[in-house]
């Protein structure tokens, strides 16, 4: 749960910190927010870092195409902060970490994530001032995600940093929904209710692909220590056990399993005999 308060700390204060920037200030955000990804991975699982990695890219091409192209919503300075792709990771870490704090109830976590959801999706096409149709649309799919999901945990422990998130990054104007979905007549929130929905199709591709991508990882290290050929002339040379073979260095050559000197020994040694054969032949004449 501390990894999820010190996610949370650290985004709201690079949100904030945007809003006074200009574009050129905003690439030190992002690297802040790569070195933050950085050090929050470095804990992980292997499983979970490759999750959250996933999530990135996944991320960062829906990013491009919900705001650039399509304008369903817009960044302070109308374009894509170079922090938001790591922030993504950060948002799927921070999700984990409340999912596996809240493991040893885990019916508990998501049923309040359901009744949030569903709250929120009612709230916007009933009481709250601005009409949110596509918001209680996607509100009805991340229930259905909760209840008959693959990782109803995941989904939950996201959806709390997300709603989060978004009502903290409209209310202080880093980024604004569009009132209607562009090329539609489907108002939207700011921000929609189900907008966390989203972010389930990017942990579900995580959940499918990571696994494979670290099976991916740890059969292309194992043909690197069998073909010692293929790793870099700079590795530090390493010794097979049992080969007799130093890496980057020449095999000693094995001894022959013939020895070249064996008949010389042998006939030393017939030699050698030689007059103790004579004397006992000559003590059998006598």
Known sequence: MNRALAIVGFLAIL????????ARLQLLLGAAAWIALWLACRGVPPLLRAQALVVVVVATCAELLGSIVWGVYTYRLENLPSFVPPAHGLVYLAGAAIARAAAPRPKMLVGIA????LAWGVAGITVLPREDTAGALGAALLAIYLVRGRAPQIYAGVFLVVAWLELYGTAIGTWEWAPVVPGTEVANGNPPSGVASGYVWFDIVALAVAPRLVALGQRSGSVLRRNPSRASSRATPERRVGSGRVYGLEPRPRPSRTVAHTPARSQTHCEATK?????????MLD
């Open 114 to 117: 359901l009744v949030l959801v």
């Open 275 to 283: 007059p103790q054969r004579d004397r006992d032949d000559t003590a």
């Open 15 to 22: 949100l904030a910190v945007d809003t006074q920037v200009d």
